[in-house]
Protein backbone atom coordinates (compact mmCIF):
# COMPACT_ATOMS: atom_id res chain seq x y z
CA UNK A 1 0.00 0.00 0.00
CA UNK A 2 2.57 2.70 0.86
CA UNK A 3 4.28 2.05 -2.56
CA UNK A 4 1.60 2.78 -4.46
CA UNK A 5 0.64 5.67 -2.68
CA UNK A 6 4.51 7.53 -2.99
CA UNK A 7 4.63 5.74 -6.34
CA UNK A 8 1.25 8.06 -6.87
CA UNK A 9 3.06 11.13 -5.04
CA UNK A 10 6.24 11.10 -7.21
CA UNK A 11 4.30 10.96 -10.27
CA UNK A 12 1.50 13.91 -8.88
CA UNK A 13 5.31 16.02 -8.53
CA UNK A 14 6.68 15.04 -11.81
CA UNK A 15 3.15 16.37 -13.50
CA UNK A 16 3.95 19.76 -11.69
CA UNK A 17 0.39 20.94 -12.37
CA UNK A 18 0.97 24.46 -10.20
CA UNK A 19 3.44 27.00 -10.37
CA UNK A 20 3.99 26.83 -6.36
CA UNK A 21 2.93 24.03 -4.36
CA UNK A 22 3.14 20.82 -6.04
CA UNK A 23 5.00 18.67 -3.42
CA UNK A 24 2.17 19.63 -0.84
CA UNK A 25 -0.65 19.10 -3.36
CA UNK A 26 0.79 15.94 -4.25
CA UNK A 27 2.03 14.62 -0.32
CA UNK A 28 -1.94 15.12 0.56
CA UNK A 29 -3.26 13.22 -2.17
CA UNK A 30 -0.60 10.31 -1.32
CA UNK A 31 -1.83 10.63 2.27
CA UNK A 32 -5.66 10.07 1.33
CA UNK A 33 -5.12 7.60 -0.53
CA UNK A 34 -3.09 5.68 1.93
CA UNK A 35 -5.53 6.14 4.28
CA UNK A 36 -8.11 5.07 2.02
CA UNK A 37 -6.21 1.87 1.92
CA UNK A 38 -6.51 1.44 5.15
CA UNK A 39 -3.03 2.58 6.65
CA UNK A 40 -2.15 5.34 8.51
CA UNK A 41 -1.16 8.63 6.54
CA UNK A 42 2.56 8.97 5.90
CA UNK A 43 4.81 11.61 8.54
CA UNK A 44 6.93 13.13 5.38
CA UNK A 45 10.00 13.96 7.74
CA UNK A 46 7.75 15.14 10.64
CA UNK A 47 8.61 18.76 9.43
CA UNK A 48 7.69 21.56 7.24
CA UNK A 49 9.31 20.40 4.21
CA UNK A 50 8.34 24.50 2.97
CA UNK A 51 11.30 25.98 4.50
CA UNK A 52 15.10 24.92 3.03
CA UNK A 53 16.95 22.45 5.27
CA UNK A 54 18.36 19.30 5.87
CA UNK A 55 14.88 17.30 6.25
CA UNK A 56 13.63 19.12 2.80
CA UNK A 57 16.97 18.13 1.18
CA UNK A 58 16.84 14.68 2.27
CA UNK A 59 12.79 14.72 0.27
CA UNK A 60 14.40 16.27 -2.73
CA UNK A 61 17.05 14.11 -2.49
CA UNK A 62 14.43 11.12 -2.19
CA UNK A 63 12.62 12.24 -5.18
CA UNK A 64 15.33 12.82 -7.84
CA UNK A 65 16.15 8.92 -6.79
CA UNK A 66 12.93 7.86 -7.58
CA UNK A 67 13.05 9.87 -10.84
CA UNK A 68 15.95 7.36 -11.44
CA UNK A 69 13.40 4.48 -10.48
CA UNK A 70 14.65 3.99 -6.76
CA UNK A 71 11.83 4.54 -4.92
CA UNK A 72 13.42 3.18 -1.59
CA UNK A 73 14.56 7.07 0.16
CA UNK A 74 11.11 8.04 -0.98
CA UNK A 75 9.72 5.75 0.62
CA UNK A 76 11.44 5.08 3.92
CA UNK A 77 11.29 9.73 3.92
CA UNK A 78 7.49 9.12 3.50
CA UNK A 79 7.66 7.34 6.83
CA UNK A 80 10.32 8.80 8.80
Known amino acids: MDELAVRFHHQLVAIHPFPNGNGRHARLIADLLVQRLGMPRFSWGSVSLVDTGEVRS ?5 LRAADRHNMTLLLAFART
Not at 58 to 62: C, I, K, Q
Open 58 to 62: AYLEA
